[in-house]
């Protein structure tokens, strides 16, 4: 069980940006492939972007691509989700997980542990 705790959601008018953590404790992040992913109101929960373990690649879904920015912070034992340009479409609850994908797979939800998850941080885009 890897216990994952996000933060940084906030209330941001359109174009402008966020930047979301994710941290743990007890477990180096680094090891991991870390995710990213969203629910929207009535949604299912999609993947938004994801890094591979020990500094290895980084994927996107086209929706976010060219706007966010995912990333490892190693001495803080975080990965960041940057996010610009912000849309009403990208208000969701972002949660991040944990897991041991090695491909693009870790943007999908079921190559990580249902106790590998965060409980979730509230972005909402709108003027």
């Known amino acids: 069980q890897v216990q994952l705790v996000e933060s940084g959601g906030d209330l941001v008018q359109p174009g402008g940006s966020l930047m979301l953590s994710c941290t743990a404790s007890g477990v180096t992040l680094d090891a991991y492939a870390i995710g990213w992913f969203r629910q929207a109101p009535g949604k299912e929960r999609e993947g938004v972007s994801c890094?591979?373990?020990?500094?290895?690649?980084?994927y996107y879904a086209d929706s976010v691509w060219g706007r966010f920015t995912i990333s490892r912070d190693n001495d803080n034992n975080a990965v960041y989700l940057r996010m610009d340009n912000l849309r009403p479409q990208d208000t969701a609850v972002y949660y991040c997980?944990?897991?041991?994908?090695?491909?693009?797979?870790?943007?999908?939800?079921?190559?990580?542990?249902?106790?590998?998850w965060g409980k979730g941080t509230l972005v909402t885009v709108s003027s």
């Open positions: 997980a944990a897991g041991g994908a090695t491909t693009n797979n870790c943007l999908r939800e079921r190559y990580y542990a249902k106790d590998n």
């Open positions: 890094i591979l373990g020990r500094g290895g690649r980084t």
